[in-house]
C-alpha cells in the first residue's frame, strides 16, 4: 500500500491567504509606530470629573486654585449633578489615581496645550464608514496625540459612567 499523502496546493494556499493578510494588516499597524521615534509621554497630567457647582476652578502661576463665590450669589448645589473629582493620570501604566483638592493644589501645573515632549490631551473623535451619513462620534475617549500618534486613555471616571462626559484636562504636571 502507498502511504504517501498528496498536499493540495489550492486548499494550502486558500488557507495562507487569511494568514497573510491578517500579518500585513497588523504590519502595517504597528510597524509605523516601531519605525517612527517618537517617544512614549512621559508627563502625567491632573484632570477633574463632574462639575465645580457654583465654583471656579483654575491654574495660576502654576498652582490649582478654586475661586469661591459670593456668598449672596451661591445657587444651591443641584442634586443631580456629580460632585468635582480630581485625578492624577501615570501615563506610563495609563492608570489614574484620586486625589483631594489639597493634594491637588500642591502639584506644580503646566496648563498649556500641549506637555514639554510634544503630546497633546485630545477629545474624542469622528470616524466615518465610507459615507458621512454613517459617521460616529466618540466623545468621551480621551487620547493623547503627537505627531500622527494616538495613545487611548484609560480614564478614572469616578462612581457613575454618565461622568465620563465631564472629563476637564488641568495641565501637565511639572516635576
Known amino acids: 500500500m502507498n502511504t504517501t499523502k498528496k498536499v493540495d496546493v489550492a486548499l494550502v494556499i486558500g488557507l495562507a491567504i487569511p494568514v497573510v493578510m491578517i500579518l500585513l494588516v497588523a504590519g502595517a ?11 512614549d509621554p512621559q508627563y502625567d497630567f491632573l484632570y477633574t470629573v463632574g462639575y465645580a457647582q457654583g465654583y471656579r476652578l483654575f491654574v495660576d502661576d502654576g498652582r490649582l486654585k478654586l475661586d469661591e463665590p459670593e456668598s449672596e450669589c451661591v445657587v444651591p448645589a443641584s442634586t443631580g449633578l456629580p460632585e468635582l473629582q480630581f ?19 500642591l502639584l506644580r501645573l503646566d496648563n498649556t496645550a500641549l506637555s514639554p515632549d510634544g503630546y497633546e490631551f485630545a477629545y474624542g473623535r469622528k470616524s466615518e464608514f465610507l459615507f458621512p451619513m454613517w459617521s460616529s462620534r466618540d466623545y468621551r475617549t480621551r487620547y493623547l496625540r503627537k505627531d500622527g500618534h494616538a495613545i487611548k486613555l484609560e480614564l478614572e471616571t469616578g462612581e457613575s459612567f454618565s ?9 501637565w504636571i511639572e516635576e
Open 29 to 39: 499597524i504597528y510597524a509605523p509606530r516601531l519605525f517612527s521615534g517618537i517617544e
Open 87 to 105: 485625578f492624577i493620570h501615570d501615563v506610563n501604566i495609563n492608570k489614574s489615581e484620586r486625589l483631594t483638592f489639597d493634594q491637588a493644589s
Open 163 to 171: 461622568n465620563a462626559g465631564t472629563v476637564t484636562f488641568l495641565g
